[in-house]
T-cell receptor, first 113, second 112 residues
Framework: DTGVSQDPRHKITKRGQNVTFRCDPISEHNRLYWYRQTLGQGPEFLTY????????KSRLLSDRFSAERPKGSFSTLEIQRTEQGDSAMYLCASSSKGSDTQYFGPGTRLTVL | GQNIDQPTEMTATEGAIVQINCTYQ??????LFWYQQHAGEAPTFLSY????GLEEKGRFSSFLSRSKGYSYLLLKELQMKDSASYLCAVRGSDTGGFKTIFGAGTRLFVKA
């Protein structure tokens, strides 16, 4: 069990650029979550996958955000036309069917200049 | 609406006991979680309550009262390494019960 991994760990980009983050969940976990966290706040739910199906997406998420989990294993989160307000830590978590515990990855810290 | 309230900061002394409270208002209820998060690191799972009562796990205990929308995390025999943020999170039962709402966290400072 290697845990949840995320890549890259840090990303600095200019406003208006597109960025893509990757999350590899724990291998036997079929549930995958994306969160965004800013300084002094708790993680904010973005979206949820069960296997390859995206079952829920936060209403707070604009159309510039999209997530995929094409084969029910790794997931990608893309942000198009980044804005300075997108600067945050993007966390991925996974859990197994029948378990309530979410295991978090180390996060990708995004800085938009 | 959905709301989770917990104190912003608390300070306690090494070896002491501290109780971190959490109150919540959510659309349905499907479990309450406590996570620990050290600065610059990802949250790590501490406890899960879905029924009323106390769950004990070593130095950490968590209590839930669903009728009051209230939980607390109790940390005993505090150690310096317990200095961290403690996040209260609730999973609602709407939309399939997948969405987990986190509070802003309580920053605990343990002093010698």
């Amino acid at each position: 069990d290697t845990g949840v991994s995320q890549d890259p760990r840090h990303k600095i980009t200019k406003r208006g650029q597109n960025v893509t983050f990757r999350c590899d969940p724990i291998s036997e976990h079929n549930r995958l979550y994306w969160y965004r966290q800013t300084l002094g706040q708790g993680p904010e739910f973005l979206t949820y996958f069960q296997n390859e199906a995206q079952l829920e997406k936060s209403r707070l998420l604009s159309d510039r955000f999209s997530a995929e989990r094409p084969k029910g294993s790794f997931s990608t989160l893309e942000i198009q036309r980044t804005e300075q307000g997108d600067s945050a830590m993007y966390l991925c978590a996974s859990s197994s069917k029948g378990s309530d515990t979410q295991y978090f990855g180390p996060g990708t810290r995004l800085t938009v200049l | 609406g959905q709301n989770i309230d917990q104190p912003t900061e608390m300070t306690a002394t090494e070896g002491a006991i501290v109780q971190i409270n959490c109150t919540y208002q959510t659309s349905g209820f499907n479990g309450l979680f406590w996570y620990q998060q050290h600065a610059g690191e990802a949250p790590t799972f501490l406890s899960y309550n879905v029924l009323d009562g106390l769950e004990e796990k070593g130095r950490f205990s968590s209590f839930l009262s669903r009728s009051k929308g209230y939980s607390y995390l109790l940390l005993k025999e505090l150690q310096m390494k317990d200095s961290a943020s403690y996040l209260c999170a609730v999973r609602g039962s709407d939309t399939g019960g997948f969405k987990t709402i986190f509070g802003a966290g309580t920053r605990l400072f343990v002093k010698a």
